[in-house]
């Protein structure tokens, strides 16, 4: 709910300040129901209460990695379940939330693929998961360093819309307050809607899921290459309005003896070397019905060593695997999960 969809459910005989004070409870204070609001007065509480539904989603299940990742599926008004996950650090929290339930989008190597697309989230939805995070685990993101990444289950530019106004729930400095720099989404590469979001006035980072070193090979890995070609990705990425801070990063799921070998990363360089760019390789996280394997760590470390000459390159460690937690295996089968604790 922005303030415009609460001031629209209001009477117009309620005083002007009245939305607002609905907006910051829900959202600075992240109230659950609108009783819980005890600056309105009771009546108004009562009466507004059957009106307006602040529906936070609720766990349906959580679970609990031994590096201290958790896993949480929450279940949507519907009753689909979504999957949100905490990533503590030391200096700072990461919450990884997702934008659809399932994806559209088949890439090969991803187990959400293999649900396919269900629907898309809400911006409430979206931020909801944020928010259910923050209040079971008492962060707030205007004193500590939470980072939110849109790198959970779905395509998060294929629902720009919804993606766009919940970033501008999360950093309106009247309800949440994040800081816009926290907050990345990460895509496999829709081009018009790259476009887009570079115009859109408050916006996120972008991070670009490239996993490939030629035309042909990501094609083959993501079939989505057919429809937006990786020439004409790096070219929306040659013209993406960065801000002067900002950088693009570039996700590379590393599979073995697949897209790892020295040659590859010699192009990925190549390719990166006149970008703004930094990039981030991941080893392959296995899952059930996934035909690739995970390179040895020795072989993820020389690909690095390579793309640093050119490119700043960093390796994500795998977290949560244990609990299917990790990047590319999100996918709302409990038998799947329960199997894995
Ligand atoms: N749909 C968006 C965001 C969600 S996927 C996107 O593709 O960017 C988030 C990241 O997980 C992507 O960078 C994707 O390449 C990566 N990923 C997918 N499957 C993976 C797997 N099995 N192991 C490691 N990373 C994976
Ligand atoms: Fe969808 Fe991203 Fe998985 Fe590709 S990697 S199927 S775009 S969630």
Redesign the pocket.
Known sequence: MELSDIAGVLDPGDPPYRARQIYQAVYDRRVERIAQITTLPKAAREELEARLDVGWPKAAAHFDSTDGTRRYLLRLADGRTVETVLMPEESRDTICISSQVG?????R?????LMGLERHLTAGEIVGQAVYVMREHGLDPRRSQTNIVM?????PLLNLANVLKAVRLLTDEQGIGMSGRRITV???GIVPAMEELGRAEVRPKLAI?L?ASTEEQRREL?P?TRKYHLRDLLDACRGYPLRPWEKLTFEY?LLKDVNDTDADARRVARMLANLRAKVNLIALNPGPGIPYGTPADERVAAFQAIVRKTVPCFVRKPRGRDIYAA??Q?KRIESIASEAI
């Not at 994806?103 to 890439?107: D, S, T, Y």
């Not at 190597?109 to 693929?113: E, G, I």
Request: hydrophobic share 40%; charged share 5%.
């Open positions: 994806c559209p989008v088949n890439c190597f991803c187990l959400t693929a790198m959970g289950m779905g395509e990460s895509t496999s899921s996993n993501m989505i799921v990047c590319g999100l």
